[in-house]
Nanobody, 125 residues
């Protein structure tokens, strides 16, 4: 069992920055951040292969968001810059105990079997 606890959400104006953190009881092979906006499905934002640090991003956040891991503290972070109103959502930390057959599946929520409780991010225009 993996416990995940997110922190760092809040409200910010467009163009601002926020940093999300996820305290994990342990790291799994792939960990990432997902988000769900009102009335929409959950979508992958950023994922990291914790073995070597390779990262994967949704096209909508490339160049603006950065995922990172702190192995000493078992903490996963998401630095979000140049935030837009469309980034408004509940953000979830997630962990997958198995690797997919293809890296293209890493941003699929159904791959992840452990989830945090979520943290709200609101970006106003």
């Amino acid at each position: 069992q993996v416990q995940l606890v997110e922190s760092g959400g809040g409200s910010v104006q467009a163009g601002g920055s926020l940093r999300l953190s996820c305290a994990a009881s342990t790291f799994t092979i792939n960990m990432g951040w997902f988000r769900q906006a009102p009335g929409k499905g959950r979508e992958g934002v950023a994922v990291i292969d914790t073995r070597g640090g390779r990262t994967y991003y949704a096209d909508s956040v490339k160049g603006r968001f950065t995922i990172s891991q702190d192995n000493a503290e078992n903490t996963l972070s998401l630095q979000m810059n140049s935030l837009k109103p469309e980034d408004t959502a509940v953000y979830y930390c997630a962990a997958a105990s198995a690797a997919p057959a293809s890296a293209s599946a890493l941003l699929w929520p159904q791959l992840y079997n452990y989830w945090g409780q979520g943290t709200q991010v609101t970006v106003s225009s």
